[in-house]
């Protein structure tokens, strides 16, 4: 079963940037769609983003124009721009590639003043 660690969460004050690094342990050969959620404190998880064979990209409308997924060989990223309070939440992303899920183990992204 392929494993996904992400990293580059932290802390930003609002208006700052950070990127989301979705690393698979395993070479990835297939087709492969990647989805981004997160999940505020006291909210249900919400879908962020997703990137279909890194060709389609779409994106919940809160974060249209500020959020961008792109992918490098074996690694999924998130660019997050302009982030706002409401954007502070655990990341989660998810592989699906032959008919198999995988989830990152979820990282913390804290935008505060």
């Known amino acids: 079963q392929v494993q996904l660690v992400e990293s580059g969460g932290g802390s930003v004050q609002p208006g700052g940037s950070l990127r989301l690094s979705c690393t698979a342990s395993e070479e990835i050969t297939s087709f492969y769609v990647v989805a981004w959620y997160r999940q505020a404190p006291g909210l249900q998880r919400e879908w962020v983003s997703t990137?279909?064979?890194?060709?389609t990209a779409t994106y919940t409308d809160s974060v249209k124009g500020r959020f961008t997924v792109s992918r490098d060989k074996n690694t999924m990223f998130l660019q997050m721009n302009d982030l706002k309070d409401e954007d502070t939440a655990v990341y989660y992303c998810?592989?699906?590639?032959?008919?198999?899920?995988?989830w990152g183990q979820g990282i913390q992204v804290t935008v505060s003043s």
């Open positions: 990137d279909t064979n890194g060709i």
């Open positions: 998810r592989l699906g590639v032959s008919g198999h899920v995988a």
